[in-house]
């Protein structure tokens, strides 16, 4: 069984700084996908980036880019230039290729940005 | 395009009571996922739905239930409700084996 793992609870950064969310994962397949999810106060579950295993690039969306380390097992998400609305809980999530496809997350960590 | 849609956004029962709630894809997805949100629990699978059938399910009872119609929207049944089952129930939809788009999901309270 795949397990994701988010072992900080909590950070906070100063707006238009740089944060580092982290995320470890463990499986036995070679084939996957990896995701971060932003949910808001509001609870909508907003997706942040997606990877592929198979892209050894890693993946970037505007301010927010990984860092994918397959061997480590590792994904973690830089948020750069920090916005208030980037307060959120942001979770890691994992889904096999195929026909398993169910996300599994991790617990979750409360990003909180100060003026 | 419209997004993933749920209904109601709350819901309210007591104990022993069935709850239903309703799902709706983005256009064109054809499978639907929901998943639990319960407080210290963390976010669970619970059902997959592809095409009509039921392809996945998490670890939960069999009084958790539900269906896929075909026009693929889903719908999520709970019988004889418990207290813990009060929880945000979260609704998701791809095209095939893709990235799951949720919607704003569905707060059930059990009293």
């Known amino acids: 069984a795949q397990t994701v793992t988010q072992s900080q609870p909590e950070m906070s950064v100063q707006e238009a700084e740089t944060v580092t969310l982290s995320c470890t994962y463990d499986?036995?397949?070679?084939?996957?996908?990896l995701f971060w999810y932003k949910q808001p106060p509001s609870r909508q579950m907003i997706l942040v980036i997606r990877?592929?295993?198979?892209?050894?690039q890693n993946a970037t969306e505007n301010r927010f880019s990984v860092n994918f380390q397959k061997a480590a097992k590792s994904f973690s998400l830089k948020i750069s230039d920090s916005q208030l609305g980037d307060t959120a809980m942001y979770f890691c999530a994992f889904m096999n290729s195929g026909a398993n496809s169910k996300l599994t997350f991790g617990k979750g960590i409360t990003l909180s940005v100060r003026p | 395009e419209a997004g993933v849609t749920q209904s109601p956004t709350h819901l309210i029962k007591t104990r022993g009571q069935q709850a239903t709630l309703r799902c709706s894809p983005i256009?064109?997805?054809?499978?639907v996922y929901w998943y639990q949100q319960a407080l210290g629990l963390g976010l669970q699978f619970l059902l997959w739905?592809?095409?009509?059938?039921?392809?996945n399910r998490g670890n939960f009872p069999p009084r958790f239930s539900g269906r896929q119609f075909p026009n693929y929207s889903s719908e999520l049944n709970v019988n004889a409700l418990e207290l813990e089952d009060s929880a945000l129930y979260l609704c998701a939809s791809s095209l095939g084996y893709a990235t799951q788009y949720f919607g704003p999901g569905t707060r059930l309270t059990v009293l």
């Open positions: 499986t036995s397949e070679n084939n996957y996908y």
């Open positions: 256009s064109g997805h054809t499978s």
């Open positions: 990877q592929e295993a198979y892209k050894q």
């Open positions: 739905y592809d095409e009509g059938e039921e392809r």
